[in-house]
């Protein structure tokens, strides 16, 4: 007789603790790697693909795409392509580990989301993740999601905080993920199922208009659509994390970030310029802010890019 599983994913931190695991006990977990038929699988996959593609999708989101092997994803996404060659795959790899991820590099995905919404803006572990995964594909960064809590629920509707984690999604990674509502503070969570039209909210806040300036910024400096190498240039205890993204063929972008919710912080002019490789009569702000000669002024949960 056949056993059904359902799905779950570890603790990263703890994979060993069952108490721990996420277990989705709706779902039935396909065994890929030991089926008698695996070829039939793939092609009712393909089937199914193909037909969504006929309809006119022409993205899919793989949910906790690392359970599935990357040669059973392969054909699949092979499939959707040769129907539209337009057609996008994006993997969600949350909280699995780096094995996992890895062995999806040769599936053909555009796109994977990074853990950028967890960083404190100190410990190293978020350049590890995107210098390890970056080889396999571009990455999406977002402030949240359907599976975390609103983060002006979070932060207590505290407008600055949205504004930072959302033009830092925009400088750490290629993608860019706005979940619907973020812009005005909302702090009901999302749920895909259930969340309804009559669920919307009365606006805490409204950074349409910042989100705007933000979104065409991005679509403007090149090296913000590249997964050239990052690095973290600041220590732990510094005041200001400072965060250089090298572009291949493009000039680099030199993220600054302060963030204390209390304490106004500054950065030398000339020590930026030098980060850059320029003088600092060539740097331009992004989104500019005020200017000083010898300091860039960083306010509380502030946030500046420079290239």
């Not at 054909?75 to 129907?83: E, F, G, K, L, N």
């Not at 950028?116 to 999601?145: T, V």
């Not at 505290?158 to 005005?184: K, P, Q, W």
């Not at 199922?193 to 349409?208: C, I």
Request: hydrophobic fraction near 40%.
């Amino acid at each position: 007789m056949a056993v059904c599983a359902p799905p779950f994913a570890v603790d990263p931190d703890d994979v060993d603790n069952v108490a721990k695991r996420t277990v989705w006990g709706d779902l039935a977990d396909i065994d890929f790697e030991n089926t008698p038929d695996r070829e039939g699988l793939v092609s009712y996959w393909q089937e199914l693909v193909r037909h969504y593609v006929k309809l006119g999708f022409d993205g899919f989101r793989g949910d906790a795409a690392y359970k599935i092997p990357g040669g059973v994803w392969a054909p699949i996404i092979a499939v959707a392509r040769d129907s539209n060659p337009d057609a996008m795959f994006f993997a969600e790899t949350l909280g699995c580990q780096p094995k996992e991820v890895l062995q999806l590099k040769a599936a053909g995905f555009d796109y994977l989301f990074n853990s950028s919404k967890w960083w404190d803006f100190r410990a190293d572990w978020l350049m590890k993740q995107y210098a390890l995964f970056r080889a396999i594909a571009p990455s999406i960064a977002f402030p949240e999601s359907h599976d975390t809590e609103r983060l002006a629920e979070e932060n207590g509707g505290d407008e600055r905080v949205s504004r930072l984690r959302y033009l830092f999604a925009a400088a750490f990674s290629s993608g860019l993920m706005l979940t619907m509502g973020y812009e005005y503070g909302f702090r009901r969570k999302l749920n895909v199922v259930t969340t309804r039209p009559e669920d919307w909210e009365t606006p805490s806040f409204d950074l349409s208009r910042f989100i705007g300036e933000v979104n065409a910024m991005k679509a403007t400096t090149p090296v913000l659509n590249e997964e050239g190498p990052q690095e973290l240039l600041s220590g732990a205890d510094d005041p200001v994390a400072a965060l250089i993204r090298r572009g291949e063929r493009t000039a680099s972008v030199l993220t600054l970030i302060n963030p204390d919710a209390n304490t106004e912080s500054r950065f030398s002019t000339a020590d930026a310029a030098k980060i850059l490789g320029c003088s600092p009569q060539q740097m331009r702000e992004l989104l500019p802010g005020p200017t000083n000669s010898d300091w860039i002024t960083l306010p509380p949960l502030a946030i500046r890019l420079f290239t």
